[in-house]
């Protein structure tokens, strides 16, 4: 399988500290890619980097075959990216706010409407769309905010905390939108996340990143099976038992 | 670049902060205009027409203020509320992560709002100018010479050049301090610094530096110039002393005499002729050319800081 993402002893060094440090993972065409870590281990800088907003101090990457630095505007055409608190023009509609977007990226305006009904009803949101986003609850402002991405036909999708600061009920609706987004559409995910047990749900691999470099990747099965040998069982906790990503993860900080 | 400006343009003139500046304006405006035309033809009626009679609807205070002086002290204003939140309010909203994760280069953001807010000004005069002459020439019954509409066109874009001025420094406030808040206070506190201690200050820094003395013209010539020269540091001053040339064809120097005897002021008044509007521009293009240069290099702070700022904090 081809990587969409590949990064190569990416760095980053604000001052003296190091946000990113010798980065290297690829993200595989049409899987969900969890890039999981605690707050400030590195994750959205290095998203930065990826889209090219923010330059690698050394190291390289490439996504979707171009290099960001280079060719910021080829890899933002091509990759849709949902910050963290994604933020709407709260006076304009929902609809209207797609619209800018699409504007923004030059699609004429006969194809950007069909793609923003197609948007908004993969989002579930049809009958919102003509309400101000002010009015929108934040589930709702996060569905928008996926609807958004998919205006620009991405092949691949960039998540930074997607479900923070929803109820259950939305976490599971995000979630369920992002595996039908990957199994579907076959777009490759990268999903930024410190909640594991939620992501462990649809993520096909997962990198942890602590510190800003990775202390593991691969799947959830393969981690859990390093994980025991990583560290004596738990008191309590027979061998061989699967163990949770929460657990994996728990075990790779307690050994910091 | 235009999908933005398109935009920004679209939400200045929804906005409710343009349309409370615009009636401020217009009515403070109209009210000027109508005193002042009312009083001009008291003044008037019985005798000659006065040669450039148009432009002193302008000039001419009403009741406490002229309109040109109404502009160079509220202009800044108008300029300020523009400005002050253009960057920090995307910031605070979220939108500037994903304005920028859009497939714009980064100074389209910075040039379109910059672009949208000088053609919102413009709009903004073209249509007060208008609006005033057709009542002028209404309420007066004058109607303007070729020479007066050129005038009036270029007192509109020294005034555009002006606010343009004021737009630049509040943007530049927005993309330096985070806050909103903070970012309009700046501003203000710096219209009002140049507007009103610059003025104080020259007068006191001249007397400290040379006393005026009553009975040492080289002296008093002295206090005046470096008054005159601190003065110019603000561009208020600059401003106001370029429109006023440029409005009164009778003044052919933006400076002001110090001493003139009384036989010279016979021999000046009796060569007193209006300047032609060719001269009257020649006269003030050093003071337009230091106003478009500041907005440039306003212009060009933030550019330059924006562009570099660390999209980490955005």
Known sequence: MAAVIETHELTKIYGRQKAVDHLTFEVRQGEIFGFLGPNGAGKTTTILMLLGLSEPTSGSSHVLGFD???????????????????????????????????????????????????????????????????????????????????????????????????????????????????????????LCSHLLHQTQKVCDRVGILNQGSLVAKGTIEELARDGIQLAAPAAGQAEGTTLSLEDIYMRYFQEE | MFTIFRKE????????????????????????????????????????????LFLMLFTTSGQFFSLTQFIAF????????????????????????????????????????????????????????????????????????????????????????????????????????????????????????VSFFVGFGSGLIADVVAPADQNNPEMMLKNARIAAAIGRVSPVN????????????????????????????????????????LQSILVVAPYLTTLVALTAVCFAVSYLVFMRQEVRSI
């Open chain 2, 74 to 193: 509220f202009g800044p204003l108008i300029g300020i509320i523009m400005g002050f939140d253009a960057i920090n309010r995307e910031r605070s909203a979220g939108t500037l992560s994903k304005l920028l994760s859009q497939p714009v280069y980064r100074d389209a953001i910075i040039n379109a709002k910059f672009l949208a807010g000088i053609v919102t000004i413009a709009i903004m005069f073209a249509s007060l100018v208008l609006l005033l002459s057709g009542l002028g020439m209404v309420a007066i019954g004058v109607v303007p010479s070729g020479q007066e509409a050129a005038r009036l066109a270029v007192y509109m874009l020294i005034s555009i050049a002006y606010v343009g001025f004021w737009l630049g420094m509040a943007i530049l406030f927005s993309i330096i301090l985070r806050s909103i808040g903070t970012a309009a206070l700046a501003s203000v506190a710096l219209w009002i610094f």
């Open chain 1, 68 to 190: 960001p630095v280079r060719e910021p505007l080829k890899v933002k055409e091509r990759v849709g990216f949902m910050p963290e608190n994604v933020g709407f023009y709260d006076d304009m509609t929902g609809r209207a706010n797609l619209q800018y977007v699409a504007r923004l990226n030059s699609l004429p305006d006969s194809v950007s409407k069909k793609r923003i009904d197609d948007a908004l009803e993969k989002v579930k949101l049809a009958n919102e769309a003509n309400k101000p986003v002010g009015a929108y609850s934040r589930g709702m402002r996060q569905r928008l905010g996926i609807a958004e991405v998919l205006i620009k036909n991405p092949k691949l999708i960039i998540l930074d905390e997607p479900t923070m600061g929803l109820d259950p009920e939305g976490i599971n609706s995000t979630l369920d939108l992002i595996k039908l987004l990957s199994v579907e559409e076959g777009i490759s995910i990268l």
């Open chain 2, 9 to 52: 343009i679209a939400d200045h003139f929804n906005s409710t902060r343009f349309l409370i500046l615009l009636c401020l304006v217009v009515c403070v405006a109209l009210l000027t205009t109508y005193t002042v035309s009312m009083n001009l033809r008291s003044e008037i009626s019985g005798g000659a027409k006065i040669e450039y």
């Open chain 2, 238 to 277: 600059l401003y106001s002393d370029a429109t006023s040339t440029i409005m009164d064809p009778y003044r052919k120097t933006t400076k002001s005499f110090v001493l003139v005897g009384p036989m010279e002021r016979i021999s000046m008044s009796r060569f007193n002729n209006p300047l032609s509007l």
